[in-house]
């Protein structure tokens, strides 16, 4: 479940809450129409789009959705279970007898088996959704209740924002020729910065933890909106594989 709250384009909020279905619905809807979207670590989305009221410059209409319950520290064991998951038919056991007792309470995924204590704060933390129980037997032969179990949209979107962790640098300011490529003298020398022989370097260098977007920008500013719109192309794409 998620808390969303609508800011319109004058400034107002409102509040509400959606379930996981609806919030998946949103995203791609506002990926399909083109809006800006964007993960957030704490497994939640940002949907932005702009409001075209005569003004020269649009105003804002953002919906953020955030997990009612916190997710917490998506600590590396957590994920490594969530992998397990996300790449299995996995279930929750219960009502196992017998021998098999030692299987209540286990996320079962394949090979791997999740113990209780972890399964309970992964299901707690909602961190997994469970789907509908069914009956089953272990090993053949006797019976067991098991209940499937899928990463959630909120796990889901918090590993998706952790994977594009953007940094853009300071830029170096007052600096000798020599200290700077010859990129960063022409642009000292036309934005007249000389200052005592030195020239001003406002550039910013940008990068991701995807390890798949880097850039120089002139200005920080446009270092910090370029690393945005990286993120916001990523959750989009991620947005459209829900
Ligand atoms: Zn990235």
């Not at 919030?23 to 809006?35: D, F, H, P």
């Not at 020269?56 to 397990?84: M, Q, S």
């Not at 179990?149 to 830029?171: F, G, K, N, Y």
């Not at 022409?186 to 005592?196: E, I, M, P």
Request: with cysteine; proline share 5%; aromatic share 6%.
């Amino acid at each position: 479940m998620f808390r969303e709250t609508i800011t319109s384009a004058d400034g107002s909020t409102a509040t509400g809450t959606a379930t996981e279905a609806h919030a998946r619905a949103l995203l791609r809807t506002a990926v399909r129409r083109g809006y800006r979207v964007e993960a957030t670590r704490t497994g939640g989305v940002i949907i932005e789009r702009d409001v075209w009221d005569g003004s020269r410059i649009p105003k804002k209409r953002t919906v953020a959705l955030e997990p009612v319950t916190p997710l917490g520290n998506i600590t590396p064991t957590i994920r490594g279970d969530l992998d397990v998951i996300a790449a299995r038919d996995a279930y929750l056991v219960t009502g196992a007898e017998g021998t098999f007792m030692g299987r209540n309470g286990r996320i079962a995924a394949g090979l791997h088996g999740i113990p209780p204590a972890a399964a309970k704060r992964l299901i707690g933390r909602g961190l997994v959704v469970l789907g509908e129980p069914y009956e089953a037997t272990s090993n053949g032969y006797m019976p067991e209740t098991r209940t499937p179990v899928r990463v959630s949209l909120a796990a889901r979107l918090a590993l998706h924002a952790q994977a594009h962790r953007t940094r853009t640098s300071e830029p170096l300011g007052y600096v000798r020729p020599a200290d700077v490529g010859m990129g960063g003298i022409t642009a000292g020398l036309n934005k007249g910065g000389r200052r005592g022989g030195l020239i001003y370097d406002g550039s910013s260098a940008a990068s991701c933890t995807c390890r798949e977007w880097t850039g120089t920008f002139e200005q920080r500013m446009f270092a910090l909106d370029a690393a945005r719109r990286h993120r916001q192309a990523a959750t989009a794409n991620f947005a459209r594989t829900l």
